[in-house]
């Protein structure tokens, strides 16, 4: 299947009809096939499969490397393209997705003070948990390092979702536009909206953002939580990840515990997700290349 047609289908007026008939379930098997073929013949995907089993080749028996390169590259292709598709898929959500943990998101709600969603930056598809819970009547406000192209990707999701969904731009340097984000993310919080943010890993950073991912240390940023800890809202690590089949799933944790810092508890839930979904990660290239700097 061609991916350039399904892609214009989907943006010409005349044929976005016909896309919408394309049910998601279908659209994951045939993307499994053409990743496979591609896996095989394909030299830019064959690479990026080799660099994959290679940084895990300690981890796993090649047998069962073998099946989780498959899905990484069938998840690196629909990562990208659910932006494309996902406003014909809006009333075929129960087919597709599934939402775990929603008890704990009202629960926290229900205290008054808003809450904190936290996702794995480059991990998962953590970019629909916005459209997601848009769809189930919640105001979400995304927080990121999208920059000029916020708005682009937004406009993307669909109507429902561009009435509740809001970015968060937090790329820029300047300290000023810091200030009235920090602002901006108390005023949502204190009259109970949900703010969502990936917080990006670096290789060198504060020790108390020191996680560990399959030995090797990695450094969270420390700006978003030092936000949270000035908001003091209930903070809930949030995953969306495939389940090796053709549904994804939205899983909302337990807000984390205020006695151990917010970073260390998760960093252990990242960590733990990372190594038993590595299949689910795009950090493993950038791993790959700064092997010899770790």
């Given at each position: ?221 420390a700006r978003w ?61 950038n791993l790959y ?6």
């Amino acid at each position: 299947m061609n991916w350039t047609l399904i892609r214009l289908l989907q943006r010409v007026p005349g044929f976005q009809a016909l896309a919408a008939r394309l049910h998601p379930v279908w659209f994951f098997r045939a993307t499994r096939w053409c990743m496979i073929l591609a896996g095989c013949f394909g030299v830019r995907a064959r690479r990026r499969v080799w660099i994959f089993r290679t940084s895990l080749r300690d981890r796993f028996p090649e047998s069962d490397l073998r099946t989780r390169g498959r899905r990484y590259l069938f998840y690196s292709r629909l990562y990208k393209d659910l932006e494309i598709l996902w406003s014909n898929w809006q009333d075929w959500h129960s087919d597709w997705l599934i939402l775990e943990g929603e008890s704990h998101l009202r629960s926290a709600l229900d205290q008054g003070k808003g809450a904190v969603l936290i996702s794995g930056h480059n991990f998962g598809f953590s970019k629909l948990v916005g459209p997601v819970l848009a769809g189930r009547g919640y105001q979400v406000f995304r927080g990121g390092n999208g920059g000029g192209r916020a708005a682009a990707k937004r406009s993307r999701w669909g109507d429902r979702a561009k009435v509740s969904w809001e970015y968060l731009d937090y790329g820029k340097d300047d300290y000023w536009h810091r200030v009235r984000l920090l602002r901006k993310v108390q005023n949502l919080l204190a009259v109970n909206e949900i703010v969502h943010v990936s917080p990006r890993g670096f290789q060198t950073g504060e020790q108390d953002m020191a996680m560990e991912i399959f030995g090797r240390r990695y450094f969270l940023d420390a700006r978003w939580f030092r936000i949270f800890q000035m908001c003091q809202a209930p903070v809930l690590p949030c995953f969306v990840v495939g389940n090796g089949n053709d549904r994804v799933k939205v899983t909302i944790h337990p807000p984390l515990e205020p006695g151990e810092t917010t970073a260390q508890q998760f960093g252990r839930i990242l960590s733990d997700y990372i190594t038993r979904f590595p299949e689910c990660g795009r950090l493993w290239k950038n791993l790959y290349v700064h092997r010899r700097q770790w």
